[in-house]
């Protein structure tokens, strides 16, 4: 069993940096790909960031790219999101996601077999 507890969000302003972190308490974090996702109001979950499991490979958004920067922790069993230059745009909830590889989070109707709860991030102008 994987369960994702999310941390980190808050408000920040336009250029600021924001981490999230999502750790898992179950057993078999290791053996999954981790992805972040997000979604505003009124529109659907997008797709942010993944990354394999070993931490090797990684895929972004190409709304985030070289801004956000996804790694993971084995030891601690946590997946982290390092937010840079943040903009409005990037004001969502935020949700740890895992699944059975990194291009199957990514994929146009991702396979996700674990959500976390969720996390705001608010940038204000």
């Known amino acids: 069993q994987v369960q994702l507890v999310e941390s980190g969000g808050g408000l920040v302003q336009t250029g600021g940096s924001l981490r999230l972190s999502c750790a898992d308490s179950g057993r078999r974090f290791s053996t999954y790909a981790m992805g972040w996702f997000r979604q505003a109001p009124g529109t659907e979950r997008e797709f942010v960031a993944a990354i394999n499991w070993s931490g090797g490979d990684t895929v972004y958004a190409d709304s985030v790219k070289g801004r956000f920067t996804i790694s993971r922790d084995g030891a601690k069993n946590a997946v982290y999101l390092q937010m840079n230059s943040l903009k409005p745009e990037d004001t969502a909830v935020y949700y740890c996601?895992?699944?059975?590889?990194?291009?199957?989070?990514?994929?146009?109707?991702?396979?996700?077999?674990?959500w976390g709860q969720g996390t705001q991030v608010t940038v204000s102008s």
């Open positions: 996601a895992a699944g059975p590889r990194m291009l199957a989070l990514s994929a146009t109707h991702p396979r996700i077999d674990y």
